[in-house]
């Protein structure tokens, strides 16, 4: 008898690959594994498509400040709508509407000079902005955070069903012979080889993100900053600066 299980066995350990470790073993251990090819689908879809969000709000940006820094406002008007993807024009928009809109129900044209009340609204519908850019880029980063922390606990508990259908495999066989031992347990391995696949990655670009997000946070600040002391030199000079002459 333990010659015929040790010959059975012996074939499973003799044809250890990924796919027949997955088909041999038990449904909860499947089942988690399905699971973490879930999170590695979503999270490399994810990867994906932040890097080309955050590529091309960056290229946005610094195309769009050129323009701000060394054109008209109306040829950062135009730039801005032709830069959609950065943050930086974006807010660059939302203070024109708020300002034009003010302006609108004062009975004033668009490029009238601000008075205090109205320089504060605008640098609070700016500020309000750069706040909805912020959470705008940090999408989806929560999925690759979860992904890269707690998939590899859930390949560790697939990894902890397996190993005890093993030693419940052990003593049916009677045996602790390699050949019983070894192909449960790759089979109970194999369950935490997947969520470190799924997990490592996704921790990668969770941090590289971060970093890139950082950089374009920071410039956010400093654009914000310098958009609301152009309207306050308007303001306290009493007519439009350059460049903010002309809508």
Not at 6 to 28: D, E, K, M
Not at 49 to 54: A, G, Q, S, T
Not at 74 to 80: F, L, M, S, V, W
Not at 109 to 115: G, I, M, Q, Y
Request: charged share 20%.
């Amino acid at each position: 008898m333990e010659l015929f299980v040790g010959a059975v066995w012996g074939g499973r350990l003799a044809s250890l690959n990924p796919l027949a470790l997955i088909a041999q073993a038990s449904w909860v251990v499947q089942l988690v594994m399905l699971l973490l090819a879930g999170f590695s689908i979503l999270s490399w879809a994810a990867i994906v498509f932040k890097w080309r969000e955050l590529r091309g709000a960056t290229e946005d940006d610094e195309a769009f400040l050129e323009v701000f820094h060394e054109g008209t406002y109306e040829q950062a008007y135009r730039a801005a709508h032709d830069c959609d993807r950065g943050p930086l024009p974006a807010i660059f928009l939302a203070a024109h509407a708020e300002r034009v809109q003010m302006q609108k129900y004062a009975g004033r044209k668009p490029d009238a000079p601000l008075d205090e009340s109205q320089v504060e609204r605008i640098a609070r519908r700016i500020r309000w902005a750069a706040s909805e850019e912020g959470r705008r880029l940090e999408t989806r980063l929560g999925l690759l955070a979860t992904t890269g922390s707690s998939t590899p606990f859930i390949g560790l508990f697939g990894t902890v069903i397996g190993i005890i259908d093993a030693f419940e495999n052990i003593g049916q066989a009677g045996s602790a012979s390699l050949a019983v031992v070894a192909p449960g347990i790759a089979e109970a391995l194999i369950a935490t080889a997947i969520g470190l696949f799924a997990a490592i990655p996704a921790t990668i670009f969770y941090n590289i993100f971060i970093a890139r997000l950082r950089d374009i946070q920071a410039s956010i600040d400093l654009f914000t900053h310098e958009l609301e002391e152009d309207l306050r030199r308007e303001s306290t000079q009493g007519a439009p600066v350059a460049r903010a002459a002309g809508v």
